[in-house]
C-alpha cells in the first residue's frame, strides 16, 4: 500500500488558518478572547481586567471584529462586547490540552518559546 504524497494530498489554503492564529497569538487579544469566553463584556470591564488603555481595548476589539470573532450590542451609550463563533472557545481548550500535553516543550521552542525573543536578541548582538 502506497502513501499518497503528502504535498498533493493537501490541498486546503492554509493561509486563513495561519491569520487566525496570528491573530490569536497576539497577548492582549488572547486575553481579549479569553475574558469574552466567560460572557459579555464592556471595554470599561476589560480595561480593568486587563490594566490596559482603553485604546488599546478598542483597537484590539476592531481588530477582532474586523475578522468576525467580536460583535458589539449597543445599550444607550455603552457596547457590549461578545464572541461571535463558540468554536473559538474550543479551538482555545484544544490549545489548553495541547499545552499540558506538551509540558515546556513549547516554551522551549527556540522560535516562539517565552525566550526566544532573549535569544534573538542575544544572537543579533
Do not use: W
Not at 466567560?38 to 482603553?54: F, N, P
Request: positive net charge; proline residues 6%.
Amino acid at each position: 500500500m502506497t502513501m499518497p504524497d503528502p504535498d498533493r494530498a493537501c490541498k486546503a489554503d492554509l493561509r486563513p488558518a495561519v491569520t487566525l492564529f496570528r491573530g490569536l497569538g497576539d497577548p492582549t487579544r488572547l486575553a481579549i478572547v479569553h475574558e469574552l469566553s466567560r460572557g459579555e463584556r464592556r471595554v470599561v470591564d476589560l480595561t480593568r481586567s486587563l490594566s490596559l488603555a482603553q485604546s488599546t481595548i478598542s483597537g484590539h476589539l476592531a481588530c477582532l471584529a474586523d475578522c468576525q470573532l467580536v460583535r458589539s450590542r449597543p445599550v444607550g451609550r455603552q457596547s457590549f462586547y461578545r464572541l461571535t463563533q463558540p468554536d473559538l472557545i474550543g479551538v482555545l481548550a484544544a490549545a489548553e490540552q495541547l499545552l499540558a500535553a506538551t509540558g515546556s516543550a513549547v516554551g522551549l521552542c527556540p522560535n516562539y518559546g517565552t525566550d526566544a525573543s532573549a535569544v534573538a536578541t542575544a544572537s543579533s548582538a
